[in-house]
């Protein structure tokens, strides 16, 4: 777990406020103020009644002498938690492990038409076919269409099934 920091806020009113928790960005939800509104409590007195009970939210009237607790720790527990383990998280795995970010140099042009096969997937379903063509099957292809490479699976296929 994230060490414990204390932190404040100042209101109009003149009222201070003070909760104990990991963040700056956890203590704007407590406290119920904008990011930029959270300081760090620095007097002993606060940080120590803000420690005695992580979560809580305690509050000073202009002028008072005690402070007041105006919501307890459970609050701060009905918050989801920051990091950590969640579902959909994480690196995601592909058929043969964990897939890995790769960069491909592509013009727009080309770039553009991988996005119109699919993508990714497409990509990876070129790769998975196996079919290490040469140079000049390349430009044969390019030259001959889909078609005449479906003709020349079509064979292949039959004899495997």
């Known amino acids: 777990m994230s060490q414990l920091k204390t932190f404040t806020t100042d209101a109009e009113d003149g009222s201070r406020t ?3 928790t990991t ?3 956890r203590a704007s939800k407590l406290l119920g103020v904008k990011f930029a509104e959270v300081g760090t409590a620095s007097a002993s007195d606060e940080c120590e009644l803000a420690l005695s009970d992580p979560g809580a939210v305690w509050r ?3 002028g008072g002498s005690s402070w007041k607790k105006i ?3 459970s609050k701060a527990a009905s918050f989801p938690p920051q990091g950590g383990v969640r579902p959909g998280a994480g690196r995601t795995t592909g058929e043969n492990g964990p897939v890995k970010i790769r960069s491909v140099r592509l013009d727009d042009v080309h770039h553009g038409r991988l996005m119109s096969y699919g993508g990714t997937e497409y ?3 070129v790769l998975d076919a196996e079919l290490p063509l040469d140079a000049d099957e390349w430009k044969a292809l390019g030259e001959k269409g889909v078609d005449w490479i479906r003709a020349q699976l079509k064979p292949t296929r039959t004899k495997a099934r």
Request: glycine share 0%; net charge positive; hydrophobic share 40%.
């Open 18 to 20: 003070i909760v104990a």
């Open 23 to 25: 963040s700056p960005t």
């Open 60 to 62: 000073l009237q202009p």
């Open 71 to 73: 919501s307890n720790a």
């Open 123 to 125: 990509l990876r379903n």
